[in-house]
């Protein structure tokens, strides 16, 4: 029985992957570690696809089959085709899980990220929402099974956040779907707070707000190249909150990127190297940023269905203290566990922008 001829770009997926796994299992590829890597990571990328299309694939088929019995044998007809409405409904399920995975993909959703947090207007009570927001993605990262590194940590004199930047990695390779970037995409923009102040004695709620930023890591291997001519490093004591030096020497670092005018600085380490390090790579994801912004830019057609902007004035949430009240005003998500949410729980709001995301793109594949 020859196959269906439905999603003809997973058959020439299906194909690829083929070749990619005769690749991977070559001895000499894997001396070259840069090529195995970028092979591995295609081949993790391709491999749900793979499997949803031989899940559709064997769906199909089983209908033929069916309906050849029938056929064959009327006598019988009514008791076989009895099968089919069941293998109809599983087949279609298995069509439309392949067409979500066969919808264009940002190409950056396997990488890693960094997260900065700024506080915004509120003073004080604005640093220690930014702290809230700092511990929900530590904790959302310990759910999910990363690493988050602390880059850079500036507190406040209540011990909130003024400015902190964090570096979070997948553990091991999968599928780009699963990847970190995949889910924290959506994070950039203001975060706004409803609550009533610890500095506030009338028990007043107020609203303030905290920044968010989150930028596609650079892969390790070069990907943005800094010319160390272009770019000035500046080196001076750190300090903590309410301008205590927390260090009696020079070990905080500032570096400034000439062309741009774009500039990194982390002060967390005690080593000035460790700061330096990372700093650079800081720099280097804010570069890609920028590139990838320059390039969004010129093809703005080509992301209409992206729910995502790069305005990062963008109002995307209201975190409601005395309701327990969780809103994201992109994808009309409300929830009144806001308390779980902050202790990590961010999966289910983090997944309505990936599936309003998805239910854009299936809109838009469907007008062409």
């Not at 088929?61 to 044998?73: C, G, H, P």
């Not at 300090?239 to 070990?251: E, I, L, M, R």
Request: with cysteine; glycine share 8%.
């Amino acid at each position: 029985m020859s196959a269906p001829t439905r999603f003809e770009g997973a058959v020439a997926l299906k194909s690829e992957h083929q070749d990619l796994e005769k690749q991977l299992a070559d001895p000499d590829v894997h001396a070259d570690q840069d090529r195995a890597r970028k092979l591995g990571k295609r081949y993790a990328e391709l491999t749900p696809i793979v499997k949803a299309y031989d899940e559709w694939v064997s769906a199909t088929e089983d209908i033929e089959t069916v309906k050849e019995m029938a056929a064959e044998d009327p006598d019988e007809a009514d008791q076989i085709m009895g099968e089919l409405p069941e293998m109809e409904r599983h087949a279609e399920e298995a069509a439309e899980k392949l067409r979500h995975l066969l919808l264009p993909r940002d190409p950056d959703d396997g990488r890693d990220v960094i997260l900065e947090v700024k506080a915004g207007e509120g003073g004080d009570e604005s640093a220690l929402f930014a702290g809230d927001l700092l511990r929900m993605y530590l904790r959302y990262a310990e759910v999910k099974g990363w690493r988050a590194e602390i880059l850079d940590n500036a507190e406040s004199d209540l011990g909130g956040t003024k400015s902190a930047t964090v570096a979070i990695k997948r553990r091991g390779t999968g599928a780009a779907e699963e990847g970190v970037w995949a889910h924290l995409k959506y994070e950039g923009g203001v975060h706004r707070v409803q609550r009533v102040p610890v500095t506030e004695s009338q028990g007043r709620i107020h609203t303030s707000a905290a920044g968010v930023l989150a930028l596609p890591e650079p892969e390790e291997t070069g990907e943005i190249e800094i010319d160390p001519n272009e770019i000035r490093i500046d080196v001076y004591r750190s300090s903590g909150p309410g301008g205590q030096s927390v260090n009696t020497t020079d070990s905080a670092v500032r570096i400034t990127h000439l062309p741009t005018g774009i500039v990194a600085s982390c002060q967390n380490e005690k080593s000035q190297i460790q700061n330096r390090e990372a700093a650079m790579r800081i720099l280097r994801a804010r570069l890609l940023a920028q590139a990838q912004e320059e390039a969004e830019a010129e093809a703005e057609a080509a992301r209409r269905s992206q729910i995502r902007t790069v305005d990062r004035s963008e109002r995307i949430r209201t975190y409601n203290f005395p309701e327990n009240r969780i809103t994201d005003h992109r994808t009309g998500y409300k929830a009144y566990n806001l308390d779980a949410v902050l202790d990590g729980e961010l999966e289910p709001v983090v997944r309505s922008a990936i599936d309003a995301d998805a239910a854009a793109k299936l809109a838009a594949a469907g007008e062409d």
